[in-house]
Nanobody, 125 residues
């Protein structure tokens, strides 16, 4: 049984930082495409970052490029999303996900096969 367990969300002031974690069981993150989605109230789900299992390349949506960094710790079977210079428009529920190799490309992070439970990130003063 595959489980992805997220942690690290919360309330932060504009300009602040947070690091989201997603620990996997039942699946080896080094063998699959991994990434993060977010969904704000009233908006569509947005694939914001991923690491391709094909060649290790990364993708970032324009909305987070230069501010967010995705990474993976194989020893702990955990993926991370480091979020810096946070803005109020980053407020959303963030989901980690794993998927097939073609889900991550220069066009974006398209979908996931397995999902975390979601963690709320609120950026507000």
């Amino acid at each position: 049984q595959v489980q992805l367990v997220e942690s690290g969300g919360g309330l932060v002031q504009p300009g602040g930082s947070l690091r989201l974690s997603c620990t996997a069981s039942g699946i080896t993150l080094d063998h699959v495409t991994i990434g993060w989605f977010r969904q704000a109230p009233g908006k569509e789900r947005e694939g914001i970052s991923c690491i391709s299992s094909t060649d290790g390349s990364t993708y970032y949506a324009d909305s987070v490029k230069g501010r967010f960094t995705i990474s993976r710790d194989n020893a702990h079977n955990t993926m991370y999303l480091q979020m810096n210079s946070l803005k109020p428009e980053d407020t959303a529920v963030y989901y980690c996900a794993t998927g097939r190799d073609y889900y991550c490309s220069g066009y974006g992070f398209l979908d996931g096969d397995y999902w975390g439970q979601g963690t709320q990130v609120t950026v507000s003063s």
